[in-house]
């Protein structure tokens, strides 16, 4: 059985990802979590520039994130839905775009793209 992946509930096709995730940050929802029949889960938090993404595995998990190994700095605006804002190392969070490619990537394939950059966190 394939994996169906869900966010608030709402089954989400591939295809689809990156129109959701765009929508959500437009109106106003930076912080998006996606459930997979699976178990796992995939974070998206943006500042509308740049987004972390991680993928968890179970509950506890400290899971995977994307990096941007070139990047320098920091980045903040990072507002999750308890309106907690972070800041993040440039270099932990990936240009909003990629974030989207691999997020889509991520619920079509179940794995990373193979040209993505990513870190353990476990």
Sequence with gaps: MDEVWT???APVASGAVGETLRSRVQ???RETWLSSSAGR????VTNTDRAMVMLLTAP??????AVDLAATGSSDGFVLSNG???EYPDADTVPLDEA???AAHI????????????????
Excluded: N, S, Y
């Design 27 to 29: 109106a106003g929802q």
């Design 107 to 122: 619920v079509a394939k179940g794995t990373w793209p193979p040209d993505a950059r990513w870190v353990a966190d476990r």
């Design 7 to 9: 966010v608030d509930g």
């Design 100 to 102: 989207l490619r691999i």
């Design 84 to 86: 907690q804002d972070d």
């Design 60 to 65: 506890g998990d400290a899971g995977e994130h």
């Design 41 to 44: 889960a995939l974070a998206f």
